[in-house]
């Protein structure tokens, strides 16, 4: 497998986990925007991802293909109606809906795509330096 | 009694001796090692200039993902250290070939 395949790999895996990150920023910015009905709240996003199916040529190899998203979905979670009469959004019982985005998780979201990154970039730095010391072989100490 | 099977033998008669064929063919010259060379510092060239190429998009906002420019950087930078080692070993092989008693 050659180093720019190694590469690529990680680069896949940055790609799936950067996405994460930018959906889990895109439901946190959301929380607190308040819908006109229940079913108009915001439903926050998931990051659906995949092994990436081995193309043709590399089937005989025996590396992977790295990460791939296959979907984003929306969740359909219940919205978190709150008491707040004078709200405009307020319906007739004086609740106000507004997503159900669930922040612990969100958070949590947000350190899982942090580390999942970092490993792929370990990964990455390790190839790296593997191809560095390569060059070294025969070389002046 | 004929015997059929074997009767294409002498067709044998037709091939002509080893001596009567031409020359064999001249073997295709192998690409000398300066156009080698020159196919190989070509390519880190391109490999340069698309690194180049990536930070120009990055510095007027049209790239989604650093990290694609930073991977291209790193292998760029590997291709152009490789050329450095092959060139570092070329020179020693001809050092020593000039150090050479005759």
């Not at chain 1, 229940?38 to 190899?61: E, H, K």
């Not at chain 1, 809906?97 to 999942?116: C, F, I, K, Q, W």
């Amino acid at each position: 497998m050659s180093y720019q395949a190694a590469f690529q790999i990680s680069a896949t895996g940055m790609a799936v986990e950067k996405l994460r990150l930018d959906l889990t920023a895109a439901n946190l910015a959301n929380m607190n925007q308040a819908a006109p009905t229940a079913a108009a709240a915001y439903q926050p996003l998931r990051l659906v991802s995949q092994a990436r199916p081995l193309a043709f040529a590399q089937q005989f190899s025996l590396a992977g293909g790295g990460a791939e998203v296959k979907a984003v979905v929306p969740q359909a979670v219940a919205p978190r109606l709150v008491y707040e009469p004078g709200h405009p959004y307020a319906d007739a019982k004086g609740m106000v809906a507004y997503p159900g985005v669930d922040h612990t998780a969100e958070m949590l979201n947000v350190n899982l795509a942090l580390r999942s990154y970092e490993a792929n970039l370990a990964a990455f730095t390790a190839a790296r330096t593997m191809a560095a010391r390569t060059l070294e072989i025969g070389g002046n100490q | 009694m004929s015997i059929e099977a074997i009767g294409a033998i002498g067709a044998v008669d037709t091939v002509q001796p080893l001596g009567a064929l031409g020359a064999p063919a001249a073997p295709v010259a192998a690409p000398g090692f300066a156009d080698w060379i020159a196919h190989e510092v070509g390519q880190v060239d391109a490999t340069l200039a698309t690194s180049e190429n990536d930070l120009r998009r990055l510095a007027t906002g049209q790239v989604q993902n650093l990290h694609e420019v930073m991977i291209h950087m790193e292998e760029a930078k590997l291709s152009f250290q490789l050329l450095a080692q092959v060139r570092n070993r070329l020179l020693d092989a001809y050092q020593e070939v000039m150090r050479m008693q005759v």
